[in-house]
């Protein structure tokens, strides 16, 4: 079996920049935001789109990047990717307005949708000869990403206290250069490329719409609570728009989301069990936040220094997912993913979720719930890129990556509301409320797993035999 090449590892090195980049900017803001309010004369309101303008402008254009990269080539894609997100750091930093600068973070975003799917298309291209290193790369580009997510808020109040809130976003500059470099260097410029595929205008849009409603209600929800006129008719806008979107997709020739894509058991099974992992992850994280700054009494930084040693799990089960799914393949990652993770849900709603439980009885669980995922997620992406041509690796991992966004907007909607309680009893069996059924859907999750990436590899066995 041949080996990776010494260019392979440089192209994993440019992958996992992109990656490092579009985390870090998710977490690496929230420790700025009350010096950006001092400094620019925000609200709150104004604030919370800071985070939330960059989350709506990936997951929207996800599905739209996904199809340019299989078009037009993943390579060309993602240096445009990179490009956009230098733009757009420098328009951040050099904002006068909280008006600029969310616009500038919409825009980031997009350049974000624009490098997550084009980076797993040149992954898979790099490693098409041998699926077992691309499922350890996919493990370290993972891995990056996680660790970056992870340092975000410890390097944001680094950033804060020794330069001010702007350069928070000039250290994104090098690490794009530095990406947009190896790319030039390492990637073929063919790379994914596939220039029949049409252009679905129709289907494009009525994504963006549907998207936008969607997500856009759902932000608002923490807000404006799910009865509010605005979020009630994001949520019905997103409604009409899907189902039109579906419509139009089932009868063009030419769609820009093969709806056959879900007739494969290992794709339909890798994004459920995608949206089902990241609404109870994300949604979990955010209610820990609060639970940590509003209930327990600790600042920022302190409750970012809480989630930090937490990164070496993910690391070493992100290293370690790729080598278990080339000893055992897809299925038993994912499995013993869903299954550690949900008895991290559950120890940390038993014994970590109290008035005086300390960090060490949390530690249990937060070790195991990351060490969960990094098992996880990297054998689920696979599965993905795995269950499709190399033509439609782009769409496939963009449709991974915009349902994954739908569920983690979902979760955080969906359990913030559960401790937006008006008494700190109410709140506190809120958030254990939200492990049980966190817990409950990482079990749903490996009992997914079970089910199609068995089915999907029985009828690979069955395709070969005939």
């Known amino acids: 079996m041949k080996t990776a090449t010494p260019p392979s590892r440089a192209v994993l090195l440019a992958c996992s920049f992109a990656f490092i980049i579009v985390q870090l900017d998710v977490t690496i803001v929230n420790v700025a935001l009350p010096r950006m309010g001092q400094e620019l004369g925000a609200s709150v309101g104004d604030l919370q789109w800071v985070v939330d303008a960059y989350t709506l ?7 739209s990047a996904g199809v340019l990269g299989d078009k037009f080539g993943s390579r060309r894609v993602f240096l445009a990717g990179f490009w956009l997100f230098t733009l757009a750091s420098l328009a951040c930093a050099a904002a006068s307005g909280a008006m600029m600068l969310n616009l500038a973070r919409a825009v980031q975003g997009i350049g974000a949708a624009l490098l997550v799917p084009s980076s797993l298309a040149i992954l898979n291209a790099a490693y098409a000869h041998d699926k077992v290193q691309l499922a350890k790369a996919v493990g370290w580009w993972t891995a990056a990403g996680g660790v970056s997510i992870a340092l975000g808020p410890v390097l944001g109040a680094a950033l804060l206290e020794l330069a001010g809130w702007r350069s928070i976003f000039w250290v994104n500059i090098p690490l794009c250069l530095a990406g947009a470099w190896l790319t030039l260097r390492a990637v073929p410029a063919a790379a994914g490329k596939d220039p029949q595929r049409a252009f ?86 955010f209610v ?33 997912s790729g080598r278990m799914s080339a000893r055992t393949g897809l299925r038993a990652p994912m ?21 005086e439980a300390g ?70 069996t809120g958030l254990r409320t939200a492990m049980a059924i966190s817990a409950a859907l990482l079990l749903a999750a490996a009992a997914i797993a079970w089910q199609c990436i068995a089915r999907a590899a029985a009828t690979a066995s069955v395709a070969r035999a005939l």
């Open 57 to 63: 402008g990936f997951a929207v254009f996800l599905l």
């Open 359 to 428: 960090f060490w009885a949390m530690l249990p669980g937060l070790a195991l719930i990351p060490a969960g995922m990094g098992l996880a997620v990297p054998a689920m992406t696979t599965s993905i890129l795995s269950s499709v041509g190399a033509g439609q690796a782009g769409t496939a991992s963009a449709v991974l990556n915009t349902a994954r966004q739908v569920g983690g907007a979902l979760g955080v909607a969906v359990y913030g509301a559960m401790v937006a309680a008006a008494t700190p009893a109410m709140a506190m």
């Open 288 to 320: 820990l936040s609060f639970y940590l700054q509003s209930m327990r009494g600790y600042t920022a930084l302190e409750a970012g220094m809480i989630f930090l040693p937490l990164t070496g799990t993910f690391i070493f089960s992100n290293i370690a």
């Open 200 to 285: 679905d205008m129709p289907g494009q849009l009525l994504a963006v719409v549907a998207l936008t409603a969607f997500i856009g209600a759902v932000i608002e929800v923490h807000a404006l609570g799910w009865t509010h006129a605005i979020v009630q008719g994001g949520l019905a806008l997103a409604a009409l728009a899907g189902a039109m979107f579906l419509w139009v997709e089932a009868r063009s020739k030419a769609p820009m989301l093969p709806l056959a894509l879900f007739r494969s058991a290992g794709f339909s099974g890798a994004v459920a069990f995608g949206v089902l992992v990241n609404f109870a992850y994300y949604g979990v994280i």
């Open 335 to 355: 499995i013993a993913g869903g299954l550690i993770g949900a008895s991290g849900y559950a120890l940390l709603g038993v014994f970590g979720i109290s008035a």
